[in-house]
């Protein structure tokens, strides 16, 4: 089929029933596939094997969506709300953005596995976060590893970079320098729709002047993407109520689904997506199909089939021992007077903007009352209003889900990053609630005024301070172990590290302090065979503050079968240390027929916990297995 063709065939299709059935058919060939006919070990094979291909597909038609929509527009339409002042805010804010606050895996585990995963994605068309690597006569080889519960929208973005310019970890932070951009240039479009240029202006401001932004917007986490894909989605879906086409059709269901696969509750925006067509439909008076479409609901299956993984696998969820459930009503006192600490502390300990968090939460107030008040003719509201009620609510819904989370506590610098659609909404909400009093074009300038000297004034010093990342123990520590793994690169070395991670996205041979912990007898073969040059262990200690006895934590003990040569120690906090060792010697116990017995339950818990299960990790795993 011509090009032409790909783009006619992505118009609205006849009204003939046959197009409904299929509609139908999808949708139940989806939930059959997502909920039912697949069990959690079957589920990670599919996601491994076609998770990437189903991506790619699906960003491939948001691709189409994208240039059918401009080619649908008019030049007026898609200028008549350019604003150069604007724009040279957003370019400005964005760079500045990026100079203060360090470059670096900010939130250790999570943005360290979205890396992992993109290698894999890279490297192999996999979706796949190794944990365990050996080098075998120059071949990196992967013997374990899991799928990760987050969704990998992120990871495949920045795939593609790593396939445009190569491999390379620092690949992250350039991507979301990229989308800081574009993120800032995408609210300052939408609100200048809510508002006129000024709000534009205004919102641009109040959000880079969140220092939380630059925390984010210089690591390699996917928190920036997800408020690209929220704009993104809300602009699309104010298009589709003003114009009824397909283009706008098509551009907002593929924003919608990929939205939906950025962020773990990014699903629950289907919701007003769906409402949204359905209200185009009802001005239509007819149900208008085209083949995105028909093939939406297959495109969403990736997300049952990972959440089906997060469930049969509970560590996932991180629970402390003495909870059973993530999600509970308890927690919402507690974490609602941590989220007014994280809004209100006039503090550089905090990420949080004085001036976006009073001016947003007024906002708010007023934004419920504007809405309350249209209740009974909400039919009647603009575009841009009906959107931005149906998203705020999705966005309120999802923090109000967070308070009831157990590790819901906003002014923590790990759980802070989940507060940014909130801000968003609030960097939003400002310019709409005060279009509401019809100020003068002096009383615009004065906000704009206002939030440009906060921006420079005090979030940019904020930032260059970086007191919330520096203090950030687990932060300091990671760039502490890259850093010692670039030096030794090229030795040929093995790295043993309680999470491997580090070492994986510098593609290091590499396992955690748990493994390396029951393969003594292997490791010992390795050495007196020379596969590597030296073995390093990394190990997390906990200090006694009276007796200043250092007690290895859980996932950092070795047992007593290695000898040590203690190279760098460093002190990231109190009662927090950390230790660099060289692997001299291996003293393997000699082991009867319960010792093997345990061992082998202990390895088969191990590769439980990797959940890969394919043909080729059994090989590798039976061939470590057999060495003496």
Known sequence: MSLGGLFLSMGFLPQRWPYRVLLLLSAVLAIWIGFFSLSPEEAVTVIRKGGYWVMAATVGLFALSVVQYLR????????????????????AAGILLQIHEPHGFKIIMDE????????SMHMDREVFCPLQIHNFDGADLVFGGVIDKRPYFFAFLLSGLHDLTGYRPENAFFLNAVLTVVLLGLVGALTARLT????????????AGLPLLAINATGG????????????????AVSYLQRNDA?????????????????YESVLFIVPVGLIIAIGWLRMRSIKLTVPILCAPLLLVPYPLLNSIFQAYKTFWQLPAHLESPFSLEFLPGNLSHAVAFLFEFTPLQSNSILLSFTGVVALVFFGLFFLRRALHLHDLPAAHLVLLLFGVVILANFLLLMCYHWGQIDQYEVSRLALPLMLLMALTVPFVLMDFK?????????????????????????????????????????????????????????????????????????SNTNFKIRAPEIDYHLKRGTY??????????ENLVTGELVETENSLIGDEY??????????????????????????????????DELRMIRREVNLRNMDDSEESRIRRDFVDMLP
């Open 247 to 263: 283009a706008s059709l098509n551009f907002l269901l593929m924003s919608g689904i990929l939205l939906a696969q950025t962020r």
């Open 221 to 236: 986490g996917f928190e920036i993407l997800n408020l690209c894909m929220i704009t993104i989605t809300m602009l699309a």
């Open 112 to 119: 360290l596995v979205l890396e992992a995963t993109s290698m």
């Open 533 to 542: 040059s030296r073995v390093y262990v990394f190990q997390h200690f906990a």
């Open 196 to 207: 006129n240029r000024y709000g534009g202006r205004l919102a641009v401001l109040l959000l």
């Open 563 to 596: 000898e040590l040569e203690l190279l760098e120690e460093r002190k990231f906090g109190i009662g927090w240390r950390s230790r660099i060792s060289l692997l001299t010697r291996v003293i393997p116990k000699p082991r009867d027929e319960d010792d093997v």
């Open 72 to 91: 649908a527009v008019r030049l007026g339409e898609a200028t008549e709300s350019m604003d150069w002042i604007r724009w040279l805010m957003v370019i």
């Open 439 to 511: 100020p003068s074009q002096t009383v615009w300038s004065g906000f704009v005024s206002v939030s440009a000297v906060f921006f420079f004034f005090v979030a940019l010093p904020i930032s260059a301070r970086s007191y919330p990342t520096e203090r950030y123990l687990a932060y300091r520590e990671t760039d502490w172990f890259l850093d010692f793994i670039r030096e030794h690169k090229d030795e040929g070395a093995y790295f043993v590290i309680p999470s491997p991670l580090p070492a994986v996205i510098l593609r290091e041979a590499t396992c």
